[in-house]
């Protein structure tokens, strides 16, 4: 039986080639774009899960409770990890890290740049980052101790053996001694760096990160086997409050690997993150496959008439209805197996500019379980795919089939049309957040910041220009295309240094505010353009400037203050500061969240960044004076700065990515849409050539006929317009709310959604109906 079903199967692929045409390029482009979904939500899925300990490690964060809002964040006291491990018995290891900065490194006269941060002991104990040489245990014993990257032992010393024990200068200042060597971190770890070193080394240098009011350092945390979360957690909420009275925080805990998709809290309850794009790709990876199976679906029933008699004769001769049924899943099947081997094939060539689209690094040798997952899903596709019409035929009885009186049920009709509508509402849905995303990326990437970001860059100080930074400004203005230059310990692109540390006249006592603290050099306001609503900037014109503060309009909103200019505030209990100016609001942050209050002190030695306008049209020859200049004054470091305005855009890097992909896709979902479409029109306009005949004969225009073929499936389009346009409304407003600063949502956006599906509906079926208006009528009365 089963070579008598693949022999009929054949048979009626080589008979009806254009629908089996269709469906081929239909199932394989649905899989195709289902496969690629797949194994970028498989990649987002397994970030950070490659750690032997991943039920046991954790990462300690806070609530931090303000006037108006709780705060969440995993910046924690730099002491907090050796405490908990020293007094909660339940925690088998604990590491402090610091930020990924880049440095140099210098091995004799071979200099070159590297990430690495600064970690605590336990490090290589918490985190399964394999070590080629050396003992978690015992690579970060010592203070000047380095660990570094099997890469950066290669570009280093051309090797990876006998590389423990050598010595290695940071920052052309301090010796190190490697102690250890690890591989990479994989592409699917949320950090990738090149080398570590030991934390108490970090402390040194940053005496602040041993008190318990201040926070910077993450934490990180294994517990011991067959513990219970809860317990730990509820043991440790106060933690910090216990050893700092005047502490607003709450400690939690967060599985590690969970960091990376569930990253987003509002007011202290966990809004979600990354894992919505996810849940997002995997609807859409869903409605493309079922679109693809929805066109075979109407395809097959609705050519049910030509096949009516092979049921008939089979049922006639004694043929079961499951012998039936298993005949038309086989074909379903192996249309299936065939559009696999199509989809594989695009999935492998087209895997490599997915992966520069997704920023990923996803392998094309796919291994066994990817594999097998796809066939899984092939055949669910084709199981889907041909049940409907398996049952749907095998329902014939034998009287009506050899009369001819077979004819297309109320329901059958309904169940074509109402998939058809399916099918459009989910393109239009589509087509909808599309234009909608687009239309936020680019407003959040033209949006006036209240500074001007354009033709400006930014570097670390480092080296001599660390140590002479006024020296190193007022060379680096003489170099002609520099038009100004300042020094600062804020990159004004996100939260780096905050503090509720301030006091004011009229302030509730009760009140902890938290402030963005930004540490600046003279001329930063005029550097970056930014506007003062009143008083002056910071000028060398004034003595006492460093005794001076400036706010934003947010600030002195929320400090409650009339006629701010001249007035005294209160920094960290000690230190007067008169208010000299109050710029306009500009955003430090990303628009996914309010101007927060913020304010400006003068702190020229306490700067970390330099930042410099270029002249525009001048760049590339600035650009070459600017890093022989660099390379002169700075001797044994490279010049290795960032674009403002790219860094800004990389806030947006996920939005931007969701959007592309979104355009594809939608693209995608469309054409195959329109594919079923066309093979509908096409057998509809087979169907009724003796009608369009009969009508031509009668004086019918090929216009009337166009009209007359496309006008139920303009009506189709029309429903799907009604029922997806409030849909849409409510999807894509819900993914704006995300943004403090939004666009409006303008009818234009659903009603031309509308018209280009419609449009498209029209010229799909039109091409048909256009073709079968010109059908001479002799040929079309001709008898068979």
Same mark, same amino acid.
């Given at each position: 039986?089963?070579?008598?079903? *693949?022999?009929?199967? %054949? ?10 045409? !269709? /469906?081929? $390029?239909? +199932? &394989? ?54 405490? *908990?491990?020293?007094? %909660? ?10 930020? !990924? /900065?880049? $440095?140099? +490194? &210098? ?70 001694? !490697? ?606």
């Amino acid at each position: 039986m089963l070579r008598h079903h *693949l022999l009929l199967t %054949i048979r009626n692929f080589k008979r009806f080639k254009s629908s089996f045409f !269709i /469906n081929l $390029f239909g +199932l &394989s482009t649905g899989l195709a774009c289902t496969m690629l979904i797949y194994l970028w939500v498989m990649d987002e899925r397994s970030m950070d899960d490659f750690h032997s300990k991943d039920t046991r490690l954790f990462q300690v964060m806070e609530h931090q409770q303000y006037a108006d809002h709780i705060m969440t964040t995993n910046s924690t006291p730099g002491i907090l990890a050796e405490a *908990l491990k020293e007094e %909660i018995p339940e925690i088998q290891y604990a590491a402090t890290t610091t930020w !990924i /900065n880049r $440095f140099t +490194l &210098s091995n004799h006269d071979k200099n070159l740049k590297a990430d690495g941060y600064y970690v605590g002991e336990d490090f290589f104990s918490l985190f399964s980052y394999e070590l080629i040489d050396g003992q978690p245990e015992e690579v970060l014993k010592n203070k000047m101790d380095l660990v570094i990257s099997d890469e950066l032992a290669l570009k280093i010393f051309g090797t990876t053996a006998n590389v423990v024990g050598q010595s290695i200068k940071l920052n052309h200042n301090e010796t190190h001694l !490697i102690t250890g060597i690890f591989k990479k971190p994989p592409p699917n770890s949320s950090y990738i760096f090149d080398f570590v070193l030991n934390f108490e080394r970090f402390k040194d240098d940053n005496e602040w990160v041993t008190h318990w009011g201040n926070n910077g350092p993450k934490t990180y945390i294994t517990l011991q086997e067959n513990i219970d979360v809860s317990h730990v957690e509820e043991k440790i909420a106060d933690f910090v409050k216990i050893k700092n009275e005047d502490s607003n925080v709450t400690l939690f805990l967060k599985k590690y690997s969970e960091n990376y998709l569930y990253g987003r809290y509002e007011n202290g309850v966990l809004a979600g993150g990354r894992i919505e794009y996810v849940r997002l790709f995997s609807i859409i990876a869903i409605f493309i496959l079922l679109i693809a199976c929805i066109n075979f679906m109407n395809l097959s029933t609705a050519r049910a008439s030509r096949r009516a008699k092979e049921v008939g004769i089979k049922k006639a001769i004694g043929a079961p209805k499951s012998s039936i049924i298993t005949q038309y899943l086989t074909e379903s099947l192996l249309l299936s197996l065939a559009s696999f081997l199509v989809s594989m094939l695009v999935v492998y060539f087209f895997l490599p500019q997915f992966n520069e689209i997704t920023d990923k690094e996803i392998p094309r040798d796919f291994d066994l379980y990817t594999i097998s997952s796809f066939l899984s899903l092939t055949l669910l596709a084709g199981l889907i795919s041909g049940s409907y019409p398996a049952i749907y035929l095998s329902g014939f009885t034998i009287v009506k089939v050899l009369k001819g009186e077979i004819k297309s049920s109320w329901a059958e009709l309904w169940a074509r049309k109402g998939l058809v509508v399916f099918q459009f509402t989910l393109s239009i849905i589509l087509i909808v957040s599309v234009v909608v995303i687009y239309k936020q990326i680019d407003f959040v990437q033209s949006k006036s910041l209240g500074y001007n970001k354009d033709n400006m860059i930014y570097f670390v100080q480092e080296g001599k220009v660390e140590k002479n930074v006024d020296v190193f400004l007022e060379q680096l203005q003489a170099i002609p295309g520099i038009v100004s230059a300042t020094s600062t310990g804020h990159t004004l692109l996100h939260r780096n240094n905050s503090t509720s540390g301030l006091e004011w006249t009229g302030k509730d006592p009760k009140a902890n505010i938290l402030f963005e603290n930004v540490r600046t050099n003279y001329g930063l306001f005029e550097t970056l353009d930014i506007e003062f609503k009143a008083g002056r900037p910071f000028s060398r014109d004034f003595s006492t400037d460093t005794s001076k503060i400036i706010f934003n309009e947010a600030a002195i909103k929320v400090m409650n203050l009339e006629d701010p200019i001249g007035k005294t505030i209160t920094l960290w209990e000690e230190n007067k500061m008169e208010i000299i100016g109050v710029v306009k609001d500009f955003h430090f942050q990303s628009l996914h969240s309010e101007v927060k209050p913020l304010f400006f002190m003068l702190a020229p030695e306490d700067t970390w960044f330099i930042m410099a306008r270029i002249q525009a049209g001048a760049e590339k020859q600035t650009f070459s004076d600017l890093e022989s200049f660099y390379m002169d004054f700075n001797p044994g470091f490279t010049l290795d700065y960032e674009f403002m305005d790219k860094e800004y855009a990389s806030m947006y890097a996920a939005e931007e990515r969701v959007s592309m992909l979104s355009r594809y896709f939608a693209g995608m979902a469309i054409a195959i849409s329109c594919l079923g479409l066309f093979g509908l029109a096409s057998f509809t306009a087979e169907r009724r050539q003796k009608e369009i005949g009969i009508r031509k004969v009668l004086g019918s225009s090929a216009l009337s006929i166009i009209y007359l073929l496309s006008s139920d499936f303009t009506k189709l389009v029309g429903v799907s317009i009604l029922l997806a346009l409030p849909i849409s409304y409510f999807l894509v407003s819900e993914w704006l709310d995300q943004f403090a600063f939004r666009i409006s949502l303008e009818a234009w956006f659903f009603i031309g959604a509308g018209c280009l599906s419609l449009l498209i509906a029209w010229l799909t079926v039109g091409a048909q109906a256009l073709r079968a208006a010109q059908i001479n009528p002799i040929d079309c009365l001709r008898d068979e």
